[in-house]
Structure formats: structure tokens, C-alpha cells
């Protein structure tokens, strides 16, 4: 393996494929690839710098899975090479995992009609839509009412009953096999151990961001706050790059929560997160005729990550120059 090139076992064109990781493999190419070069542990690293990878997982990276999002084969292939390139540099890898029950608010098993039908993926349900009784809530009504009534006042989503997804526990639940071996490489070779955290369990939210669920509170009832831990760890770094999927959603909540945070208790910080646009893709919009601005997915994104770089952030690629 030659500096900055990926090892020999990698193969782009195979990203989109699962097997099992073949870590074995990769820690023993890493610690070569370590021993070769004589890379100093990232204990030493100056400046720090922190990949952060939001959703990496075959639910969202990999064809055929339920909530496979376009481009993001080849975002994550980008990202792997990426990595690769730039072991000696990155001092940590931190990695979310989106995970799912099967009875969560935004899965069909939650809702049903008048005849007791589940709703199709990708319908939306609004609050007049649970007061007018074309949905009904087969769990906690009271509570499901007030999530939706509140989620629509944040002006960022509307409730989307999405097809089941890294269900914990499944396939789609894991890192993509190619990613999950750069990450083992990376350990080996730097004597780091990856940050990897979960979210999105609690049935009566939903947790795009990493950082925080999009409602709080209902009824009384806490459903989650900021992870203060999290964006403490991941502003301890002189430098954040972000990528994963999907850029209007998960990505995009993670990044404004981040936005918040940083403006309200260190603004001068916000250049210390790097996004690399070319890590991530939106999610499609649906097919409804005419499109509700707000789930035209792709422009939302667009427009977001705009004024992102306006508040501060920085947009790069993995092709840019460290």
C-alpha cells in the first residue's frame, strides 16, 4: 500500500455489496500500514481532527434496503478512499447508528385507517389528518396528536411514516462492511477507538439528528435531550469533518443542532466543522403533485446547507486539498 493509497484488499466497485467485515484483515493491514510508516499513535495528534459519519449503514448506503438513498454507494466509496488517504491525519472516527423498533411513531405498525389499514411508506401524516380521524394512532392517541401538533410548529418536518429501517438487531441496522473495515484499519493503525453511539429508539420521535430528538418533551413526558457528552466530544477537536446520510435529513438536523449550540455558547468555533458535500445525498422527493416545499428534499437541502456556510460551517470535498 503506498502513502495515501487505499489498501490492496479495498474495492470500490464492490462498496454497495454486503459480506461480513473482514476485520481480522484490516487490523492486520492497519498495523502494518502503522509499522511501515511509523504513524505515532493519535494520542499525539496536533492539530485533532474527528470524522464524524452520521447513518453509514446498509439501510441507507446499500441497494435494495428499505430506505436506500440515490448516490449514497458512491458518496460512501468517496468517503472510504477518503479515510484511507488520510489515516495518519485523523486522529478519531465517530460513527452514529440509526436504531429502530418495529413500533415507532414513524412506522406503519403505529397508524391505521377507518378499515384498519396500515399507511403506505412515505405518506405524511398531519395533524389535522389525527383530528379529522383519517389516522388514528394505535398507541399512546393522546400523546401521538401532540408529537405531530409540535413537530409541524418546529417547521423543519412533517411526520413521514417511512418504510421499517435498521431495525435493531437486523442487517440494515450495521455499517456498511467496506466502511466498517476502514474504520477497523484506522483503529489499528492509530490506536484509536472509534466513537459509536445510537439514536432514534424512543418510539415517540423521531431522531434525525444525532444530537437531540425533534420533540422533547409530550405531555409531560421527556423524550430525549441535547447530548451534551457528544457535542462536548466532538468540539474538543481542532477540526470535524461530517458526512453520511441523508443530506436532508439526519445530516441536515445533526448539522443545525451543532449550528445552535456552537452560535450560542462558542461562535467563533463553527469554522472547527468541515462538511464534505460529496459524502452525502438527499433523500428523493416524493411523488405528489403539487410538491409541498417542504418535502421537495432535495432543494431543502440545498437551501440549508447554503445558509450552514453563511452561519460559519465550511463546505469541502474529499477531492479538496487537507
Known amino acids: 500500500m503506498r ?8 474495492d470500490p466497485a464492490r462498496v454497495g455489496e ?39 449503514q446498509v439501510g441507507f ?18 468517503t472510504i478512499a ?12 465517530a460513527l452514529s447508528l440509526d436504531t429502530h423498533s ?10 391505521a385507517d ?21 389516522w388514528r394512532a394505535l398507541r399512546s392517541p393522546d400523546e401521538s396528536l401532540e408529537y405531530v401538533e409540535k413537530l409541524e410548529a418546529t417547521g423543519r418536518y412533517t411526520l413521514t411514516v417511512w418504510p421499517f429501517h435498521t431495525l435493531l438487531g437486523g442487517t440494515s441496522h450495521a455499517l456498511v462492511p467496506a466502511l466498517m473495515e476502514a474504520v477497523v484499519f484506522h483503529a489499528a493503525a492509530r490506536g484509536a477507538t472509534p466513537r459509536i453511539v445510537t439514536k432514534g429508539s424512543e418510539p415517540l420521535t423521531e431522531s434525525y439528528s444525532v444530537l437531540a430528538p425533534e420533540v ?29 446520510q441523508a443530506k436532508s435529513h439526519c445530516v441536515l438536523s445533526t448539522l443545525r443542532d451543532l449550528a445552535t449550540h456552537i452560535e450560542a455558547e462558542a461562535p467563533a468555533d463553527m469554522d472547527k466543522i468541515w462538511i464534505l ?13 403539487p410538491l409541498p416545499p417542504e418535502l421537495d428534499y432535495p432543494r431543502v437541502a440545498e437551501r440549508a446547507f447554503a445558509e450552514l456556510a453563511e452561519r460559519g460551517m465550511r463546505l469541502v470535498k474529499t477531492s479538496d486539498p487537507w
Open 3 to 10: 502513502d495515501g493509497a487505499s489498501p490492496d484488499y479495498f
Open 18 to 56: 454486503l459480506w461480513v467485515e473482514r476485520a481480522g484483515l484490516a487490523a492486520e493491514a492497519g498495523r502494518r500500514y502503522a509499522e511501515e510508516r511509523r504513524l505515532s499513535p493519535s494520542s499525539h495528534d496536533a492539530p485533532r481532527v474527528c470524522a464524524f459519519g452520521i447513518d453509514c
Open 61 to 78: 448506503c446499500t441497494p435494495g434496503a428499505s430506505l436506500f438513498v440515490p448516490g449514497a454507494v458512491e458518496d460512501t466509496a468517496r
Open 82 to 93: 477518503w479515510i484511507y488517504a488520510h489515516v495518519g491525519r485523523i486522529t478519531e472516527l
Open 102 to 111: 418495529v413500533f415507532q411513531i414513524f412506522h406503519p405498525s403505529w397508524w
Open 114 to 134: 377507518d378499515a384498519g389499514a396500515a399507511p403506505p411508506p412515505f405518506t405524511t401524516i398531519r395533524a389535522q389528518d389525527v383530528r379529522d380521524g383519517r
Open 216 to 244: 422533547r418533551e409530550v405531555r409531560g413526558r421527556k423524550l430525549g435531550g441535547l447530548d451534551r457528552a457528544l457535542v462536548d466530544a466532538l468540539m474538543s477537536f481542532d477540526r470535524v469533518y461530517v458526512f453520511g
Open 277 to 289: 458535500e460529496d459524502a452525502t445525498s438527499p433523500v428523493p422527493a416524493p411523488p405528489i403533485d
